[in-house]
C-alpha cells in the first residue's frame, strides 16, 4: 500500500505548530514511515511544491495577497486539507485589532512603504477554503497530531473534542480555579483536547485552543465578573485568540 503523500506547511504565523509537529521526537520516524512527506519547507529544502498530496497540514493565518495564493493552490491540489492551530482556525492573535484601519496602523509602521507592503488583516482558512480537519491549539497538541494521522492514514476523520477544558480538570482531580480561587479562567469557554495542562499546573486556562460549541458565554462572563473581573476585561480575554469568533460575538453582549 503507497503512503499518502503529504505537505506541511505555514501561512502568516510564529510556526509553532510545525515546531510541535517537528517536536514528536520519538515518534518522528514513525510518522516518517507512515507518511510521504513530499513538502515541508520549515524542516526540508528540499520541496515538491507541484505534487499532489492525500493530506496538506496548514497552520497560520491568511495575511497576505501571497498566503492567500499559496492557500488556494495547497487546496486545489489536496484531498484532505487539516487547518492547524488557532490562527488557521480563527485568525488567532494576529486577529486582535481587526476592527481598526489597517492601513492607518500599516502606515504608523512602515511610513509611506505601507501602501506597497502586501499586509492585510489577518483571517482564518475557512474564509478562502474548504477546511476539512480542523486541529485547535496554540500551539496544537502532540498527541492529538498523532491520532489525526493515524485517523487519516485509515481513511477516517479524527474525533475533535467538543467538551470545554472544565471537563478535563475534572478527570483531573483539579480544584476549580475560578469558583475556589476566584482566578480568571477561561475553562468553561474553551474546547477541551490540552488535557487541562495550564489548570493543572495552578496556572488560570486562557481560551488559546478557541471556543467550545455551545459555550454560556453570559454565565461565564457573569461569573468571571463575580469574581471580580471587570466585563471588559472578560471581554478581552475572551477574545485574545478568536476576535471573530461566535463565542467572542456573544462575549460583547450578542447572548446577553
Not at 506547511?9 to 513530499?38: F, K, M, P, S
Not at 492547524?84 to 492601513?103: D, K, Q, R, S
Not at 474564509?127 to 477516517?156: K, S
Request: with cysteine.
Amino acid at each position: 500500500m503507497n503512503r499518502p503523500g503529504v505537505g506541511i506547511y505555514g501561512l502568516t504565523g510564529c510556526a509553532g505548530d510545525q515546531l510541535v509537529i517537528l517536536n514528536c521526537e520519538d515518534r518522528l520516524l514513525e510518522i516518517a514511515g507512515q507518511l510521504d512527506i513530499l513538502d515541508f519547507p520549515l524542516a526540508s529544502s528540499e520541496r515538491n511544491r507541484a505534487a499532489r498530496l492525500d493530506i496538506a497540514f496548514v497552520e497560520g493565518s491568511v495575511m497576505s495577497a501571497r498566503d492567500e495564493a499559496l492557500l488556494h493552490s495547497i487546496r486545489g491540489r489536496s484531498d484532505t486539507l487539516v487547518a492547524i492551530g488557532t490562527c488557521a482556525l480563527w485568525g488567532g492573535v494576529p486577529e486582535i485589532g481587526a476592527e481598526l484601519e489597517w492601513l492607518d496602523m500599516c502606515e504608523a509602521v512602515y511610513g509611506p512603504r505601507a501602501m506597497g507592503y502586501d499586509s492585510r488583516p489577518a483571517r482564518p482558512l475557512s474564509d478562502f477554503v474548504t477546511v476539512d480537519v480542523a486541529l485547535p491549539g496554540c500551539p496544537i497538541e502532540a498527541h492529538e497530531f498523532l491520532d489525526c494521522v493515524a485517523c487519516l492514514t485509515r481513511g477516517d476523520l479524527p474525533v475533535i473534542p467538543r467538551y470545554p477544558v472544565c471537563a478535563e480538570c475534572r478527570w483531573q482531580e483539579n480544584g476549580c480555579l475560578l469558583v475556589e480561587k476566584g482566578a480568571p479562567c477561561l475553562g468553561p469557554l474553551t474546547v477541551g483536547g490540552c488535557r487541562a495542562r495550564c489548570p493543572s499546573l495552578g496556572r488560570s486556562c486562557i481560551g488559546c485552543r478557541g471556543p467550545v460549541e455551545d459555550a454560556n458565554v453570559t454565565s461565564g462572563l457573569r461569573t468571571l465578573e463575580e469574581k471580580g473581573v471587570s466585563r471588559s476585561v472578560a471581554r478581552l480575554k475572551v477574545e485574545t485568540f478568536h476576535p471573530s469568533s461566535p463565542l467572542s460575538a456573544r462575549a460583547d453582549g450578542g447572548d446577553s
